[in-house]
């Protein structure tokens, strides 16, 4: 299994260009996450999604879009990207809550985007 | 909202020593679990160690044990026998309770930074 993968792993953009991260899981978990990592910030919840065709947002949701048409595929859109985008940005799976204990992330291994 | 505090940015150990890291949580919540991922320098994340806040009993992973305050809201990670592959960001990270539609949300510290020291 590769677990979380997420491509690509490095990108620069110039302020207002689009671009979207993709993020696939070959686990079957029904849950998936997008994080941004900023220094001194920890990892911040931008958008979420609970199963295919569901998306929520999360902490920081702003200037971001999301979409899980397939269950193993999340995409992260940005728009029109601006500085304060540039970020470490992770993908996580997990299975639905369960009282087995089964309930920590995976995480993919991260994509570094940096907005000039 | 909930909260979780790591109150050390950076932390050095000597190697074959012990380390403890310290997190604090503020919820209002009953039942959650804890979590401490480690974050080499590759940026993949690792989980350590979880506990679930209905045990009483601390959890141990091999070198890795945490202590677990529930009433003071203290979730403290012990490494023994540091080994130079320990060192990372380590984060310390609060999942509320499920519901529906909310999935397993994290809440992460903002991490601390340990340096094993041959």
């Known amino acids: 299994n590769a677990g979380v993968t997420q491509t690509p792993k490095f990108r620069v953009l110039k302020t207002g260009q689009s671009m979207t991260l993709l993020c696939a899981q070959d686990?079957?978990?029904?849950?998936m996450y997008w994080y941004r990592q900023d220094p001194g910030m920890g990892l911040r919840l931008i958008h979420y999604?609970?199963?295919?065709?569901?998306?929520a947002k999360g902490e920081v949701p702003d200037g971001y879009n999301v979409s899980r048409l397939k269950k193993q595929n999340f995409l992260l859109g940005l728009e029109s990207a601006a500085p304060s985008q540039t970020s470490v940005y992770f993908c996580a799976s997990s299975y639905p809550p369960s009282l087995a204990g089964l309930n920590e992330q995976f995480f993919g291994p991260g994509t570094r985007l940096t907005v000039l | 909202a909930q909260t979780v505090t790591q109150s050390q940015p950076e932390m050095s150990v000597q190697e074959a020593e012990t380390v403890t890291l310290s997190c604090t949580y503020d919820t209002s919540e009953s039942n959650y679990y804890l979590f401490w991922y480690k974050q080499p320098p590759s940026r993949q994340m690792i989980l350590v160690i979880r506990?679930?806040?209905?045990?009483?009993q601390n959890a141990t992973e091999n070198r890795f044990s945490v202590n677990f305050q529930k009433a003071a809201k203290s979730f403290s990670l012990k490494i023994s026998d540091s080994q130079l592959g320990d060192t990372a960001m380590y984060f310390c990270a609060f999942m509320k309770p499920w519901g529906p539609n909310t999935g397993n949300q994290f809440y992460f510290g903002t991490g601390t930074s340990l340096t094993v020291i041959p």
């Open positions: 686990m079957n978990h029904e849950y």
């Open positions: 506990q679930e806040a209905y045990k009483q």
């Open positions: 999604s609970v199963g295919e065709g569901t998306t």
